[in-house]
């Protein structure tokens, strides 16, 4: 795949992968007694791999000019791929720890598979390393397509991928190993950051060089969402991990702020991870991938303008709803639950957008299980921003708090809206990238899509249980005027409900299997390969960008 | 306003600088503030730092991803009151970096814990939570007790935890993995230094039951032990407080 890479672009990846494999061997050496010292030398075989890999089609003769013509997809290739083996990773991982809360023994007896452990590696997975994998692929698609340019070169799209998923092993690997931040969602320590952050500034920058060559005047909305994902990731990542190490040779570091500040600092980042991760990102999907796949223009210009802003906004406040009745003071509680509520207006607004495109499609909704993905997740995301209000209000949060309710939240979004509009995205784009006329097989995509429903109503309908009665049964008062219940028995009371809560999950990963089947075989099959075209437009069909400006 | 945004978004840098500006403003006015209203977090003088072996067991904790299951962080209700204890406030957690307040209670909340139950509840709690409560959903964490501490890198984490603004003094930096050892050790010569640094009222004994071995399980008791009484301020009352 990196044959297209010119003669100097070769030499390039060799320098860039030189200095990684030095990194490496200087935290190898310098972390010999320390954790650090495993990641080192992982590094730097991660290095040498490239090196070889770079080595074994150097003297390959050079591309031709003519690969100008053409948008360079081989890293959103690679990129789907490697999402989807993170999804089946994560899912697995994800639902393993659910059956941890069943039977708690299954630990092998060994540090990195207790729950502690385990957890962080479920959600850095599917967040990270899925979301993020189908993230990075699909905006290099949509950048290229909506601004008619070429990505700027051939090697920075693919520092950017492989680099983000080394940062996603050093991610995992160290939290099997202990190296955590404990900052949830911001687990990595302080090198797996750095490095992170000059990952994301090359992405940055890979965004803003291909729009300054683009041949469309507006910047389609798909890419406002883009930019701002990376933008204010950037930022929430800087200012959340800022952290002293503990030496040059250790993986341990101390958060520079502590107890109250790094508690505001901490949810404002988890909560805008949420938010421009989860929500930003894929809103930019959903803007290219609704539209294309339905065939229909985006309902509402202006709904898109306000609500972009809206989000971009709004979402900045709103992380202190996750600090009510703490230690935090009482004026940033407040300011967290009125802006969680004002956020509604333009969450709801985006899921509307999105819904009111399918008129006049919605034939298509109901015989294409691909289009239903995206439908559904519209729907998912408007359930999940209104409980999200919702359970920013003081006196639900005094309930909900604490509880599975939260859990049972997330994962409506995040299995319901985020994983949803991914598979729909990823089930236009796999036939258009690898020239099929369709997938290996639609009716897997309707297996999929039902395990997939299935598994995230069942695992959000346990948690909703399971949450409330968690909640009710901690501040339940007998005649007496005393706690009616010990936490015990509310632990007791939870058990059936892990057990149907693990058994969506398992529905779930079941679907996420059949999807990276399908899409193995979509890949593999070559049997129905289009015919390459001049322009290498998707689907000359849909009208070609017209239908994906905004109008007028 | 739409006319506008016609021609925002025609500029790349236009839209860059836009999101940035407009991303920024509710972190500034959230974070900011906290950092400079002093009532922010309370004044608590008898407030001490961790010791060294509190420290060490407090970084396990973050290791095994205790925070996930358990928080630190009583809120201010009736019913989490009379559970857990006067409910937290933000002086407590003052030298936390980072805090652990966490988000959810698979298992009790921790803040008060300290005290509550024997060590030799906990280490056998710790080594198999199921023998002592047979419904718990909790790990084991046998290897605790087969492990021995590391000490040698406690004067480094010291230092790091100075730079970020936690007050150890030389001494205590440097007396670090000493103090480590006496404060499991109560009968050895480095005992004394440990109540001398950190007060009278540090816990020194042996924690796991095993005299003789400094093992992680010493150093996660000591720190849980420890929990809810760094200081006394939360227990007590306003009109306390205002005198």
Redesign the interface.
């Known amino acids: 795949m990196i044959g297209q890479l010119t003669k100097a672009e070769r030499q390039y990846a060799l320098l860039i992968l030189l200095g990684l494999a030095l990194c490496g061997l200087i935290f190898g050496i310098a972390g010999k007694d320390d954790p650090l010292g495993i990641h080192g030398a992982l590094i730097g075989v991660a290095a040498l791999a490239g090196i070889f890999k770079v080595i074994s089609v150097y003297y390959d003769p050079e591309p031709g000019d003519e690969r100008l013509t053409r948008y360079y997809d081989d890293p959103t290739k690679f990129g789907i791929v490697l999402a989807m083996i993170w999804a089946v990773f994560g899912l697995f991982i994800g639902d393993w720890v659910a059956w941890?809360?069943?039977k708690?023994?299954f630990?092998f007896?060994?540090?990195w598979a207790?729950?502690?452990?385990l957890?962080?590696v479920h959600t850095t997975s599917v967040l990270f390393g899925f979301g993020g994998n189908a993230l990075i692929a699909t905006s290099y698609y949509v950048l290229q397509r909506t601004s008619r340019a070429r990505l700027p070169d051939q090697l920075s799209p693919w520092f950017v991928l492989l680099g983000y998923n080394l940062f996603c092993v050093l991610a995992v690997t160290g939290?099997m190993m202990?190296?955590?931040?404990?900052?949830?969602y911001a687990e990595p320590e302080w090198y797996a950051d750095i490095w992170l952050l000059v990952v994301w500034v090359v992405y940055f920058a890979i965004?803003?060089r291909t729009?300054?060559r683009r041949k469309e005047?507006?910047?389609y909305v798909a890419n406002?969402y883009y930019?701002?994902f990376i933008?204010?990731i950037a930022?929430l990542h800087i200012?959340n991990n800022l952290?002293?190490?503990?030496?040059f040779g250790?993986a341990?570091?101390?958060?520079?702020?502590?107890?109250?500040?790094?508690?505001?600092?901490?949810w404002?980042y988890g909560h805008n991870a949420v938010a421009f991760f989860l929500t930003a990102g894929f809103l930019g999907m959903m803007y290219y991938f609704v539209p294309v796949r339905a065939g229909r223009p985006i309902y509402s210009y202006?709904m898109s303008?306000i609500s972009f802003?809206g989000i971009?906004?709004?979402?900045?406040?709103?992380?202190?709803h996750?600090?009510?009745?703490?230690?935090?003071?009482q004026w940033?509680q407040t300011?967290?639950m009125t802006?969680s509520l004002m956020l509604l207006i333009p969450s709801w607004a985006s899921a509307a957008n999105a819904l009111l495109t399918l008129n006049g499609a919605w034939d298509k909704v109901r015989d294409d299980a691909t289009l239903r993905f995206m439908m559904v997740a519209a729907v998912f995301y408007g359930i999940t921003t209104f409980e999200g209000s919702f359970l920013a209000i003081r006196s639900v949060n005094?309930l909900s708090?604490?509880?599975d309710w939260?859990?049972g939240h997330v994962h409506a979004g995040a299995l319901g809206w985020v994983a949803m509009i991914t598979f729909g995205s990823i089930y236009t784009i796999v036939p258009w990238l690898w020239k099929r006329d369709r997938m290996y097989s639609p009716r897997l995509v309707e297996v999929h899509f039902w395990f997939a429903l299935a598994g995230a109503v069942v695992y959000v309908f346990a948690m909703w249980n399971s949450g409330i009665i968690q909640g009710l049964m901690?501040?339940t008062?007998n005649e007496s005027g005393?706690?009616a219940y010990s936490?015990?028995d509310s632990?007791?009371a939870m058990h059936p409900y892990?057990i149907a809560r693990a058994i969506g999950g398992l529905l779930f990963l079941i679907g996420g299997i059949v999807g990276a089947y399908n899409i193995w075989m979509t890949i593999k099959t070559e049997s129905k390969i289009l015919p390459q075209s001049a322009v290498d437009a998707p689907e000359p069909a849909l009208g070609g960008e017209a239908v994906l400006q905004p109008g007028? | 306003m739409f006319g506008l945004h016609y021609r925002l978004e025609r500029k790349a840098i236009g839209l860059t600088l836009g999101i940035i500006l407009v991303a920024s403003i509710g972190g500034l006015v959230e974070i900011a503030p906290l950092f400079t209203i002093h009532q922010t977090v309370e004044d608590a003088p008898d407030m001490r730092v961790y010791t060294p072996l509190e420290l060490a067991g407090r970084n396990i904790y973050i290791r095994e991803g205790c925070y996930a299951c358990h928080s630190q962080m009583i809120r201010t209700l009736r019913d989490e009151v009379e559970r857990y204890g006067p409910y937290s406030l933000a002086v407590e957690s003052k030298y936390d970096h980072p805090m652990l307040w966490g988000s959810k209670r698979t298992g009790p909340d921790l803040a008060r814990i300290g005290g509550k139950y024997s060590d030799e509840w906990h280490v056998a709690h710790l080594n198999n939570p199921r023998d002592v409560l047979p419904v718990s959903v909790m790990p084991a964490y046998s290897w605790l007790l087969r492990t021995t501490l590391r000490t040698d890198d406690l004067n480094a984490h010291l230092k790091a935890q100075r730079a970020v603004g936690v007050p150890y003094t030389d001494d205590m930096i440097a007396n670090a993995n000493k103090d480590a050892y006496g404060q499991a050790a109560p009968d050895s010569p480095y005992a004394d230094g440990v109540t001398q640094r950190y007060g009278k009222a540090t816990n020194v004994r042996v924690f796991d039951g095993k005299p003789g071995e400094l093992t992680e399980m010493d150093a996660l008791v000591a720190y849980l032990q420890v929990l809810g009484h760094l200081t006394d301020a939360a227990h007590k009352t306003v009109a306390d407080v205002a005198r």
């Open positions: 941890l809360l069943v708690p023994d630990t007896n060994a540090g207790s729950f502690g452990r957890r962080p939290y202990g190296i955590t931040q404990s900052k949830e965004y803003l729009l300054a005047p507006h910047i406002w930019m701002a933008l204010v930022i200012v952290a002293v190490p503990v030496s250790s341990k570091s101390y958060s520079l702020f502590s107890g109250v500040q790094d508690a505001m600092t901490e404002w202006r303008i802003w971009t906004f709004f979402y900045m406040w709103a992380g202190s996750h600090l009510h009745y703490t230690a935090l003071p940033v300011l967290g802006f005094s708090h604490y509880t939260t859990v901690w501040r008062y005393t706690l936490f015990v632990l007791i892990y007028e």
